[in-house]
């Protein structure tokens, strides 16, 4: 049985008050990850890891993302509560729930089959009703398409083109783009008639994104 204890809710804090000295702003998401206990996220044995702003490998060669770079991504969205936002990467679940928290109606897309099902228990256990899907991430959930916000938790070599049509007017897509070792995390808007314009958002380092608009062709599983 998952616990969030006053150990654990001291360790939030403590990390949090660290996000904040690096240079996290935005109360939403300050208060998401206040709320959120990542050490549900990890193995028991990982409880320290868990409140350390590291990245930490959750199996099948990724990771769940460094708390800062979670919550630098989720500042950048400019989440609204009731935004119909794109996650593209469920991973862990983490991410997830930190929108979740700030009042996003997710759709999240993963496609290794073990994280999917994992992220899936975790949520529901959590009371956050997020819609997962297994698939291509890299080519995004046309058929509910448009999303007020799109966020991309792996590194592409170019903004895929499906996921920037399925951005809505008046939208925002969070993306790391570069190559497979090191990615300049980058924000377009679209605006209220189409236009789309770029803003880049400095150095991260994300396992890369796989699939038909990604780094490769690969199959789900």
Not at 18 to 43: N, Q, Y
Not at 46 to 74: K, N, R
Not at 76 to 85: A, E, H, N, Q, Y
Not at 108 to 132: C, P, Q, V, W
Request: with cysteine.
């Amino acid at each position: 049985m998952l616990k969030d204890e006053y150990k654990h809710k001291g360790l939030r804090k403590k990390l949090v008050k660290e996000l904040i000295e690096k240079g996290l702003t935005s109360s939403e998401v300050i208060s998401a990850m206040e709320k959120v206990p990542r050490h549900f996220f990890l193995e028991s044995a990982f409880l320290e890891q868990a409140y350390s702003d590291i990245a930490f490998p959750i199996g099948d060669g990724q990771t769940i993302s460094q708390p800062f770079t979670v919550g630098f991504q989720s500042q950048l969205l400019m989440i609204k509560r009731g935004d119909k936002v794109l996650e593209i990467g469920t991973g862990s679940g983490y991410q997830s729930s930190i929108l979740c928290e700030m009042g996003a109606k997710l759709f999240s897309i993963e496609r290794i089959k073990t994280l999917h099902k994992n992220a899936k228990a975790i949520l529901d256990f959590m009371g956050y009703k997020a819609e997962l899907f297994l698939g291509d991430g890299s080519l995004g959930l046309k058929v509910f398409a448009p999303f007020q916000k799109i966020i991309v938790t792996a590194g592409a070599p170019l903004a895929p083109e499906p996921l920037l049509e399925q951005l809505d007017n008046g939208g925002i897509m969070v993306i790391p783009i570069g190559n497979e070792k090191e990615q300049v995390m980058v924000r377009y808007k679209k605006d209220l008639s189409g236009n789309v314009t770029r803003e880049e958002h400095g150095i991260f380092k994300f396992v890369p994104l796989l699939g038909e608009k990604g780094w490769k062709t690969t199959s789900v599983r």
